[in-house]
């Protein structure tokens, strides 16, 4: 599956209407962001069943603002709707067959739960 990408225009209604969304946040001058390239590909590929999607931070800035990216490449996993993870620097292959195999793997019901728990204590 070819990578969508996302602009402020689209962005929500991507998130919204997919369960698993990979954001990859990178700029054309970027040279890990060229380098990760090839793995993000490969894996969107081979996922068939996630979204990959990519915000060129240069174009997008609002976006890349309103995310507070301050470092690209920067990695975030949505799942129904919810960030569960953010993190700049680009990782090799194995390492990212591994966080999407963990992600896959999340028990939405209990991130939901723990989401509610950490609200009712603030």
């Not at 954001?23 to 996630?50: L, M």
């Not at 292959?93 to 028990?107: C, M, N, Q, T, V």
């Amino acid at each position: 599956m070819a990578t969508v990408e996302l602009t402020k225009e689209n962005f929500q209604d991507v998130v919204a209407q997919n369960d698993f969304v990979i954001v990859d946040f990178w700029a054309p001058w970027c040279g890990p962001c060229r380098s990760f390239a090839p793995t993000y590909e490969a894996a969107s590929e081979k996922y068939t069943d996630i979204v990959f999607a990519k915000v060129n931070t240069e174009d997008e800035q609002e976006l890349a603002a309103y995310f507070q990216i301050r470092s690209i490449p920067t990695l975030m996993i949505f799942r129904e709707k919810i960030i569960i993870f953010s993190q700049p620097g680009m990782l090799p292959a194995s390492a990212f067959e591994d966080l999407i195999g963990r992600a896959k793997e999340l028990d939405m019901d209990q991130v939901r739960k723990d989401i509610a728990a950490q609200e009712n204590n603030a």
